[in-house]
């Protein structure tokens, strides 16, 4: 893609916090994950980011309920803001 100019943006999923979750493990696989898919583009966000309380989702660990999904996208488009390439696409309709 980067051949025919066209960009291309990863972005993590949510996780639900536990008390088996463990901010170094996470911030480890974010590492590994950015580092992994950097030949094939950006990552924009941060797992240790994504870590939301149970609260934030409906029936599964899966599933953001409206809350959840509200303050995931507000997440990622404060990530796409802090890419210099993204915020000029974001800032054109402004």
């Given at each position: 893609m980067n051949r025919k100019g066209v960009s291309v943006y990863f972005a993590n999923i949510p996780y639900v916090a536990t008390s088996a979750t463990r901010a170094d493990r996470v911030e480890q696989a974010s590492r590994e994950f950015a580092s992994a898919i950097a030949p094939l583009g950006t990552v924009l966000d941060d797992r240790n980011q994504l870590v939301f309380n149970?609260?934030?989702?409906?029936?599964?660990d899966l599933h953001l309920n409206s809350k959840g999904r509200t303050?995931?996208?507000?997440f990622l488009e404060d990530s796409m803001r802090k890419d210099p390439a993204l915020n000029q696409w974001l800032n054109l309709g402004r």
């Open positions: 149970r609260k934030y989702f409906f029936n599964t303050l995931r996208t507000k």
